[in-house]
């Protein structure tokens, strides 16, 4: 087996994913900034999951390249790597990210299964190949790359963060909702929303609206919102790292299975996560100080550090699937049917625990 530099000068992570996926993969990357830390590290990512990234301090340059890249864009991205790098990470074991890996790297790293013929080429080529895990969290599979680096596991991961402007936190204790995530299958209900929203105010909290730029998004909480008490619209108006600096201030966030619920955990903010088919043992979040006991498939509620996960437990949960109807803008009966009455537990109990840290 190839040696792995004692010292090495450069390291790409490869993370070709959704937002989420890739705040994920940040503990991996400061595993290895704390055990090299005069490397240059670069990430290649989707040139839509830059800002994710936005002043991580363990990332020297991210390389962003189209989600559908033309053949022209991967060949001139092929040469650009080609060879650079003393240790490429990929972070996935999906086709083009293990041949980034491999090209790019002296020394490459990266998942790779055994059944299919595919998975056994992978094996081949990668210099050290990770075999995968099963029903392992999405941070503990990255984590196992650091593993075969031979570096320690920092269970960390990193938000977003730059200077934002003074005007930017609420003088006022507020609380962050985001209702949309980017498929339907993941929302729960706009009756439910609006009821959360009524509780939060009547506990004298303003309330900040979150969500993203599409079209399809915002007409979304116009309807959802068109009936509901006052609130502070923000969706589509901030970046990742202002979302990250608000949410580290709030007094509780509520969200679905998206990235902003996952930057909420990795921010500290006293977390209501609202999961449906997706499957908490893969993809919960992440609590500020790590997850030192592995979350349940389902209960009505659970706690891990700063985040509450609530679900409602029918038999089929989680079924892993996109919905009841088995596409992305399909219902799902686990969230048509959850409670706000289920939900609101929750929320007072992380209420509770901001003050009990000190800040109301």
Known sequence: ?????????????????RLGDVLLTTPLIRSIRRAWPNARIDVLVFSDTTAILAGNPDVDRVLAMPARPTAQESLMLAARLARRYDIAVSTQGGDRPTFFAVLAGRVSVGPAGSARAIDRIKRALLTRPVSVGEGLHRVEETLRLADALGVARVGEVVCPARPVRDDLIPDTAYAMIHPTPMFRYKRWT???????????????????VTGGPAAVERAYLDELLAAAPAVARVDGALTWH???????????????????????AAAGAPTVALYGPTDPRLWGPWPKDGLAQPWQAAAHVQQRGNVWLVQNPLPCLPCQSEGCDLHRESRSRCLDELLPSSVMPAVDQALAFRRAAGRV
């Open 1 to 17: 087996m190839t040696a792995v530099p004692v010292a090495p000068t450069r390291v790409l992570v490869v993370a070709l994913r």
């Open 190 to 208: 706009v009756d439910g929303w609006r009821t959360l929203i009524r509780e939060l105010a009547d506990r004298n909290l303003k309330v900040l």
């Open 242 to 264: 202002e979302i990250s600096a608000l949410l580290a201030q709030a007094q509780v966030f509520v969200g679905p299975d998206t990235s902003v619920t996952h930057l909420a």
